[in-house]
Nanobody, 117 residues
Framework: QVQLVESGGGLVQAGGSLTLFCAAS????????MGWYRQAAGKPRELVAH???????TYADSVKGRFTISRDNAKNTVNLQMNSLKPEDTAVYYC???????????WGQGTQVTVSS
């Protein structure tokens, strides 16, 4: 099992910045990739950004150029720097890890990000 704990959400005005933090514990040696997803009210959960152990990163088109994902493999953390925030970025953000030979998904408890216009 992998446990993920997020922090750093909150309320910010449009155009502002926030950084989300996620720390992994447990069977961390099995982690293949880590990333962030988000779920706005009434919408399905969607990928925000993703980073593999080899350093390959993927971003949703809607956040490219504004969000930056960073991992510290030694500390087993993944952060999401969010700049130029928009009201449409409002959502619950979830830390995600993929681990093991079965590529199991692990999820944090979620942290609310609210961007006011």
């Amino acid at each position: 099992q992998v446990q993920l704990v997020e922090s750093g959400g909150g309320l910010v005005q449009a155009g502002g910045s926030l950084t989300l933090f996620c720390a992994a514990s447990g069977r961390i040696f099995s982690i293949n990739a880590m990333g962030w997803y988000r779920q706005a009210a009434g919408k399905p959960r969607e990928l925000v950004a993703h980073s593999t152990n080899s350093g390959r990163t993927t971003y949703a088109d809607s956040v490219k150029g504004r969000f930056t994902i960073s991992r510290d493999n030694a500390k087993n953390t993944v952060n999401l720097q969010m700049n130029s925030l928009k009201p449409e970025d409002t959502a619950v953000y979830y830390c995600n890890a993929i681990g093991g030979v079965t590529m199991m998904n692990y999820w944090g408890q979620g942290t609310q990000v609210t961007v006011s216009s």
